[in-house]
């Protein structure tokens, strides 16, 4: 096998800026910033806008009767005379 073939995997710790939520992970990653985690160590820091904690989606927050009504005006529109 060719040595240096696959990335650097390694921990790194994500940083939600809308929900101000950090947690920790391993990644490829690599960043400039790092942070001191909670035990102590300092991780490379990665800023994300969105994450489970500020997506519509996983927060309950999503509006999907939306697209129901764009389906009914397409079909409004286009409907066989």
């Known amino acids: 096998m060719k040595a240096d073939t696959h990335p650097d995997y390694r921990e ?3 940083q939600d800026q809308n929900a101000d939520y950090t ?5 490829t990653m690599r960043s400039k910033e790092t942070i001191t985690w909670e035990d ?3 991780y ?3 800023k994300v806008e969105v994450s ?3 997506h519509p989606f996983y927060t309950g927050k999503q ?3 939306k697209s129901a009504g764009q389906v009914d005006k397409f079909n ?3 409907k066989r005379k």
Do not use: D
């Open 23 to 27: 947690f920790l992970t391993r990644s």
């Open 12 to 14: 790194v710790v994500f």
């Open 52 to 54: 489970s904690q500020s």
């Open 40 to 42: 102590g160590n300092e």
């Open 63 to 65: 509006n999907l009767n």
């Open 76 to 78: 409004q529109r286009y």
């Open 44 to 46: 490379p820091l990665i």
